[in-house]
């Protein structure tokens, strides 16, 4: 009876190869679960922190719009000069002057609102109306805010950073605005905001005119 030659070259994989092959396979099914799993957990912490941090965004863009919307002459509606008072926890300033919506008087800040400490912003008009003043909450759980202010004082020989600022003929150049939160995780860029070059100290500006009009 003749035998049947067998070829080792065509036999299968042996069962080493086989358990070989399956726990390379297993690692690489880890590497790439763990790859997944990692690329959505910095998408979600980048939603996360776009979610704390997107109002903030919102709220620099429209006190730079406030800021630079302050008018450049003395006003003739309030005793405050250029109607600018500069203090380390809070600013108040003249803007929005139009011939539509009038001037407002803007106070921003830190007002105790139950047990939180919010930012907010106090307005009232400016001039004979009966209109009443408005509180709008900006930043909601403020643990502090600074203000800082670029210019020269009368004593002044060059510009440089003061506290506050008391001058009732000139606006400061610049505004500085800086807030620390409950939590943490929230960062707020330091805002510093433009104002408007002071004008002639001649003029005069009133709630319903925004031109230059001599004392």
């Known amino acids: 009876m003749p035998r049947v030659a067998h070829c080792s070259g065509d036999a299968g994989f ?3 190869e086989l358990l070989v092959g399956l726990v390379l396979l297993g690692l690489l099914a880890s590497v790439l679960a763990g790859s997944l799993t990692f690329g959505r957990r910095a998408w979600e912490a980048g939603e996360d922190a776009f979610a704390r941090n997107g109002d903030l965004r919102l709220v620099q863009g429209f006190l730079r719009e406030r800021f630079a919307a302050a008018p450049r002459f003395t006003t003739a509606d309030t005793d405050a000069g250029v109607g600018f008072d500069g203090r380390a926890e809070s600013v108040t300033f003249l803007t929005g ?66 506290p506050t600022w ?22 707020w860029p330091d805002l510093v905001a433009a104002l408007p070059v002071t004008g002639d100290p001649a003029c005069l500006v009133d709630a319903s005119a925004p031109q230059c009009r001599r004392r």
């Open 14 to 16: 042996t069962l080493l």
């Open 97 to 162: 002057v139009s011939t539509t919506v009038g001037s407002r008087m803007l106070t921003v800040g830190i007002a105790n609102i139950g047990s939180a400490r919010d930012l907010v912003m106090m307005q009232a008009p400016v001039g004979p109306t009966a209109e009443s003043g408005t509180q709008r909450v900006l930043l909601k759980g403020v643990q502090d805010v600074r203000f800082a202010y670029f210019g020269a004082l009368p004593q002044d020989e060059d510009a440089r950073w003061h």
């Open 166 to 187: 008391k001058d009732g003929g000139r606006l400061p150049l610049l505004v500085r605005m800086r807030i620390a939160f409950d939590d943490q995780r929230r960062h």
